[in-house]
């Protein structure tokens, strides 16, 4: 604890920036935007199987354009990016709430997931990674507790404005925010902070230049098709999880209140394992602790499949919280670790549009074996055995990198 006060006192504004950039960012995520779907559906008279469609469609799109956007914060200023990232998370509040038709609505959830779930966080994530290096763990950790943060704050806040103001007013409350308070506090903060970040990236030292690689080198390693499937793993069961939430708890006959209080020990884990997280990575390095984030994701499962009883929801819960917790810090350090800070926007984006295109494939695939009549035994023992192969893969990857090596 008193190294990182010690940080936080050292980088306050810069840490600071970070965790505004993803607060702002669950506007985006899908845990926030669920809070909308049955008013949604009923102004614009959408069936469940619809709106999830638009839904799905939106995200993948969303996620393909982050490749694309997402390089442009290794040639811009830091400030000219995060500004059209947020002006974009405001126009999309305003689609959102101008939404009248399913076409409409495609637009505000596209612009919503691209700019809040995607850019607003990569800004952030990509920002910690370069410009900290002995504390990129820690500092990584801080600026994502803005996640934890919001699912305990956000849901009660969109319920009280839809109550309020209804789900239009709603979401021009949230785009007003963003121009009111998100935009001038980050311009205080990178102006307070002592890192110069208005240099593009790629205008950085011949050696940074020289000791980084970009995503061509990337996609040609080989050790990176081995992590893949670890990477991917807790975005693609955590989400399938989540959507398809109704099923498991038919299934196991846990109560809606109960799953509910039970978010609430998962959103405490999450922030608790985050934290630790950034410290045993400044400590043992990303590439080494890449393994581990697997192992709370493989027992999560193994309680879904093998305990009974409301009670097993409790560590099933908390062990998909120590899941995300752990993953967020070892993954953002992880390629700044291997393959350089001067293209570190380019890969991250290329990663993040993977990540979401994965949280839009699992709820589709789990729904279909669902609808085959596969069980929760069947659908999350099968789940398991995957991770076991992943989880050797990942073995053969990066943890034998040397620090440096690209």
């Known amino acids: 604890m008193h190294n990182y006060l010690r940080f936080l006192k050292s980088s306050w504004a810069l840490l600071a920036f970070g965790f505004a950039s993803i607060f702002w960012g669950n506007f985006g995520q899908s845990f926030f935007i669920s809070w909308y779907g049955a008013s949604i559906q009923a102004s614009l008279d959408l069936s469940a199987g619809r709106y999830g469609a638009i839904y799905?469609?939106?995200?993948?799109?969303?996620?393909?354009?982050i490749m694309t956007f997402g390089g442009m914060i290794d040639r811009w200023p830091l400030r000219r990016f995060v500004t059209c990232a947020a002006l974009?998370?405001?126009?999309?509040?305003?689609?959102?709430?101008?939404?009248?038709?399913?076409?409409?609505l495609f637009v505000g959830f596209f612009l919503v997931r691209l700019c809040g779930q995607g850019l607003l966080p990569h800004s952030a994530q990509t920002t910690m990674a370069r410009y900290f290096d002995s504390n990129r763990g820690k500092a990584l950790s801080?600026?994502?507790?803005?996640?934890?943060?919001?699912?305990?704050?956000?849901?009660?806040?969109?319920?009280?404005l839809i109550a309020w103001l209804g789900w239009r007013g709603s979401w021009l409350v949230v785009g007003l925010s963003v121009v009111v308070l998100y935009l001038p506090l980050i311009y205080w903060l990178l102006r307070r902070s002592t890192v110069d970040t208005n240099i593009p990236p790629v205008l950085a030292s011949a050696e940074?230049?020289?000791?980084?690689?970009?995503?061509?080198?990337?996609?040609?390693?080989?050790?990176?098709?081995?992590?893949?499937?670890?990477?991917?793993?807790?975005?693609?069961?955590?989400?399938?999880?989540?959507?398809?939430?109704?099923?498991?708890?038919?299934?196991?006959?846990?109560?809606?209140?109960?799953?509910?209080?039970?978010?609430?020990?998962?959103?405490?884990?999450?922030?608790?394992?985050?934290?630790?997280?950034?410290?045993?990575?400044?400590?043992?390095?990303?590439?080494?602790?890449?393994?581990?984030?697997?192992?709370?994701?493989?027992?999560?499962?193994?309680?879904?499949?093998?305990?009974e009883g409301a009670w097993s929801a409790l560590p099933f819960m908390m062990l998909l919280g120590m899941n995300i917790g752990l993953s967020s810090p070892v993954l953002g350090a992880l390629w700044a670790e291997v393959y350089g800070t001067a293209k570190l926007g380019s890969i991250r984006s290329l990663m993040s549009s993977l990540m979401i295109i994965s949280t839009a494939v699992s709820p589709i695939l789990f729904g279909v074996l669902i609808d085959r009549g596969l069980s929760v035994t069947g659908l999350f023992g099968g789940a398991g055995l995957g991770l076991l192969v992943a989880l050797a893969l990942v073995l053969f990857s990066y943890p034998h990198t040397k620090s440096g090596e690209a």
Not at 56 to 65: D, E, P, Q, V
Not at 88 to 94: E, I, K, Y
Not at 239 to 267: D, M, P, R, V
Request: a positive charge; glycine letters at 6%.
């Open 88 to 104: 974009g998370l405001t126009a999309a509040c305003v689609a959102m709430a101008a939404a009248v038709n399913p076409l409409l």
């Open 208 to 307: 940074v230049m020289r000791q980084s690689a970009g995503r061509k080198q990337m996609l040609t390693d080989y050790r990176f098709w081995l992590a893949l499937p670890t990477v991917l793993s807790g975005p693609f069961m955590v989400t399938g999880i989540f959507i398809h939430q109704g099923f498991i708890l038919e299934e196991k006959t846990w109560s809606a209140s109960w799953l509910a209080t039970c978010f609430i020990a998962l959103g405490i884990t999450h922030w608790v394992s985050s934290l630790t997280s950034g410290v045993l990575v400044d400590y043992f390095s990303a590439r080494r602790l890449l393994p581990f984030t697997l192992a709370p994701l493989i027992t999560a499962l193994a309680c879904l499949v093998l305990l």
């Open 56 to 65: 799905a469609l939106a995200t993948l799109a969303s996620g393909l354009l």
């Open 142 to 160: 801080i600026s994502a507790s803005g996640v934890p943060l919001g699912e305990v704050l956000l849901p009660t806040l969109a319920v009280a």
